[in-house]
């Protein structure tokens, strides 16, 4: 099955800096990757995804992009704020036997946002 | 808010017992999807359905198991509870049966003692 590796766990950074999170994937099959903000005790929200037939999106601060050859995708956040502050999880959605699909979700990245 | 909804908020129950977990998908969304999410194995699917059929499995138990009723609501039953169960439980919902656009409702957090 599919297996995304997410680094790193944790990341630090000043207020105003940029914020990169990495994640690989297995399954070449994979085509439809989301990421989600979780603010401590909240659900997770849906911040932005990609489809593989697309190598970048942009939704104001946050972008992704994606490198299908090899098999990684990550999220980039530029101007950070301390609101920005929370786990970012990655996922992959892949087949789970015939035209169904699921999603598997990397362990997550601690962002913290200085002041 | 996501508009999806989930009861109970929290939950505390003693091993060997059986609970259910309730969720109510966004209005016009015809798929719930179900996730444990726990400190060491973080968000792990468990299982979809789409319009009340049973679409795509993941890591659940034998011991669980959900059914998804004609108004669309789910309902996720956990039985023969053990320590380890304890997690939160989170329902999703989308649209379509694709995966896409999952929205996430406010999850039940499961304690088991």
């Known amino acids: 099955g599919e297996n995304v590796e997410q680094h790193p766990s944790t990341l630090s950074v000043q207020e105003g800096d940029s914020a990169v999170i990495k994640c690989t994937y297995s399954d070449s099959a994979s085509n439809y990757f989301p990421w989600y903000k979780q603010e401590l005790g909240k659900r997770p929200q849906l911040i932005i995804d990609?489809?593989?037939?697309?190598g970048e999106k942009k939704d104001q601060r946050i972008a992704v992009t994606l490198n299908k050859t090899a098999k990684h995708f990550s999220l980039h956040i530029t101007e950070t704020q301390p609101e920005d502050s929370a786990v970012y999880f990655c996922a992959a959605r892949g087949y789970s036997g015939g035209s169904n699909y699921k999603l598997t979700f990397g362990k997550g990245t601690l962002l913290t946002v200085n002041p | 808010d996501s508009g999806v909804t989930q009861t109970p908020k929290h939950l505390i129950t003693a091993t060997g017992q059986r609970v259910t977990l309730r969720c109510s998908p966004r209005?016009?969304?015809?798929?719930v999807y179900w996730y444990q999410q726990s400190l060491d194995q973080g968000l792990q699917f468990l299982i979809h359905?789409?319009?009340?059929?049973?679409?795509a499995k993941g890591n659940i138990l034998e011991r669980f198991s959900a059914q998804q009723f004609p108004d669309l609501h789910s309902e996720l039953n956990l039985s023969s509870l053990e320590l380890g169960d304890s997690a939160l439980y989170f329902c999703a919902s989308s649209t379509f049966d694709r995966g896409e656009g999952q929205y996430f409702g406010p999850g039940t957090r499961l304690t088991v003692t």
């Open positions: 990609i489809r593989s037939n697309v």
């Open positions: 209005s016009g969304d015809l798929s």
């Open positions: 359905y789409y319009n009340g059929e049973e679409r």
